[in-house]
């Protein structure tokens, strides 16, 4: 069920009146950030940094000056932030509707990245080290992003409430521009952070979804909320359903922090000993500390890594289930 302020939020799509329009687009001239908003800004856990902040505006109301998007709320994420925090998945991923007055920070998981023999570029579990727009390093890219439609698959069969119930898992595609042009290319976008492990193949002729010979995957779901994924962002079920309803058939922006640029920029002040802050920089400092400094793989440094990889690896035959007994 949706949450009292998100139905508030996509009412608001078909019901702000002009008049509510028009005094956004003219807040877009300013780059005040509004007296309630400002109560979240900051580094503590559930509040969105100054800087991820301010540059999810600047996108937003300037695609909604040039009339791209009419969407009330935008989004944001912060990926250099941890993934726990107190035990509980730390929050880095905001979802802001100003017209309202809501501000909402959630859990959300980032690229888990991967370590090749000539380039080992995985993350861990608790903070993000690497980051990159290479296609097929499932790292998390930072930059500028729209929304755009929606696509339910089939994943499988798994066991709910003692009955064999099938899942569907829905994907937000995003649209990119620049270091994030490639969005549609590296299959970016969003879903919820659950995905169904397959185990055998069971017998079921009657459903839609069997094959020839009438089996169907089956397997069991696995809940990875607030971790790594492949790339994509994540969010639990409950906000993964909130947030796919908010841009269903309504896109509206989405800013990720850190671009390359930052990253490079970071990597560079503690290379000299310098503070982060100090030099005028942002990184979650929890973040930071464990991970040392982190490091940007841009597409053109990475893909031919990453493609030589693919070539080298041996032909497989096509996976085939057992199946279940």
Not at 225 to 240: H, V
Request: hydrophobic residues 35%.
């Amino acid at each position: 069920m949706l949450s009292h302020s998100l139905r508030l939020a996509i009412a608001a799509t078909i019901l702000i009146p002009m008049a509510g329009v028009l005094s956004t687009q003219a807040s877009a001239q300013s780059s005040d950030i509004p007296n309630w908003l400002r109560k979240h800004v900051g580094t503590g856990e559930g509040q969105i940094a100054r800087v991820v902040l301010t540059r999810a505006r600047a996108l937003y109301f300037e695609k909604r000056r040039q009339g791209k998007i009419s969407n009330p709320c935008y989004l944001a994420k912060d990926a250099t932030r941890p993934s726990t925090v107190g035990g509980r998945p730390g929050r880095r991923f905001y979802v802001i509707c100003e017209d309202r007055r809501m501000f909402r920070a959630v859990s959300s998981g980032y690229g888990n990245g991967r370590k090749l023999q000539r380039a080992n570029f995985s993350n861990g579990r608790q903070c993000a080290k690497n980051f990159s727009n290479a296609e097929g390093s499932k790292l998390t890219m930072g930059g500028a992003y729209v929304t755009a439609e929606s696509r339910t698959s089939f994943k499988g069969y798994y066991t709910q409430g003692g009955r064999k119930v099938p899942f569907h898992r829905t994907f937000l595609l995003f649209d990119g521009e620049g270091e994030t042009s490639n969005a549609r290319e590296r299959a970016i976008g969003g879903h919820q952070a659950v995905f169904l492990k397959w185990q055998c193949r069971m017998k079921k002729p009657q459903s839609p979804h069997a094959d020839k010979e009438g089996y169907v995957p089956y397997g069991r779901l696995v809940n990875y909320t607030g971790g790594r994924s492949n790339g994509c962002t994540t969010w639990s079920p409950s906000e993964s359903r909130d947030i796919l309803a908010l841009t269903n058939g309504n896109p509206t922006t989405l800013y990720i922090y850190p671009e390359g640029k930052d990253i490079n920029a970071v990597a560079k002040a503690v290379q000299k000993g310098m503070s982060v802050p100090g030099a005028g920089l942002y990184w979650s400092a929890t973040c930071l500390k464990a991970i040392g400094a982190p490091r940007f793989w841009p597409k053109r440094t990475l893909q031919p890594v990453i493609n030589q990889w693919r070539q080298s690896l041996p032909k497989q035959p096509p996976l085939e289930l057992p199946i279940c007994k």
